[in-house]
């Protein structure tokens, strides 16, 4: 039962992962449709407008409304996660090609077990700490093509660097999501996380004159979707 039961979480991670593989493809194409924050904000109401409907329409008001202590969290996730983490991945995107972007987030599963070990004392086994090294050492031989020379004389730009900071974003936001209380589903999360930063993007945006559409056709519409129902609605529930 406990092993259907794990089975179960571990095939909901797979399509996380599989549907979040879209977002580098569909944000490296909507760099020249809208500006980062006007896709961040845009994404994140449409996943908010569609889920706080369902989960009332399924469960009603109860399923919506969380006591203030879990929903400082929210505001906090929201923060770290969508806002911060979104925005600069789509900054990064305008620089650097999607697969770099798809491999550097490789480091992403270190980051998050090294800041559970520290702040949550969750630990890794040794055959998953094994897994994420073959992980990020095969991203850094993909990368460099197999050559040391290449390695050695790798020059990191401004975009890789964004792309490091918002998976430690992201690795924060999944940390902190442990502080919240056991009885919010995950669709309530994600709900109000991607509300959150949706406003925060969109303070920003007027605060900086960076809520920008530069075109919009039918590819980026489509574009537009995928990145906000299959990378985001599906993607972040699961």
Not at 35 to 61: C, E, M, N, Q, W
Not at 187 to 196: E, N
């Amino acid at each position: 039962m406990r092993t259907n039961k794990l089975a179960k979480y571990y095939a909901l991670l797979m399509v996380a992962c599989i549907f979040w593989a879209f977002s580098p493809i569909c944000g490296r194409y909507l760099k020249d449709s809208m500006s980062p924050l006007l896709i961040t904000s845009t994404r994140f109401y449409l996943v908010a407008a569609i889920l706080f409907p369902f989960l009332y329409l399924a469960k009603g008001k109860k399923a919506i409304l969380v006591p203030w202590r879990d929903l400082k969290i929210l505001l906090i996730m929201g923060c770290v996660g969508i806002y911060l983490h979104n925005y600069l991945f789509f900054e990064a995107l305008r620089t650097i090609p999607a697969s770099n972007a798809a491999l550097i987030e490789s480091i992403g599963p270190a980051v998050t077990s090294t800041l559970a070990l520290i702040f949550i004392g969750e630990k890794l086994s040794k055959l998953g700490w094994l897994g994420i090294a073959l992980c990020c050492i095969g991203a850094i031989f993909i990368v460099c093509k197999g050559s040391i020379n290449a390695l050695l004389s790798l020059r990191i730009n401004f975009g890789e660097i964004l792309v490091i900071i918002c998976e430690a974003m992201w690795s924060i936001y999944v940390v902190v999501s442990w502080k919240l209380s056991k009885n919010i589903s995950p669709i309530t999360v994600t709900a109000w996380t991607g509300l959150f930063g949706a406003i925060y993007c969109t303070i920003t945006g007027v605060a900086t004159d960076s809520l920008e559409l530069y075109r919009l056709n039918t590819t980026d519409i489509i574009a537009f979707l995928t990145l906000s129902i299959l990378a985001g609605v599906v993607a972040f529930v699961s």
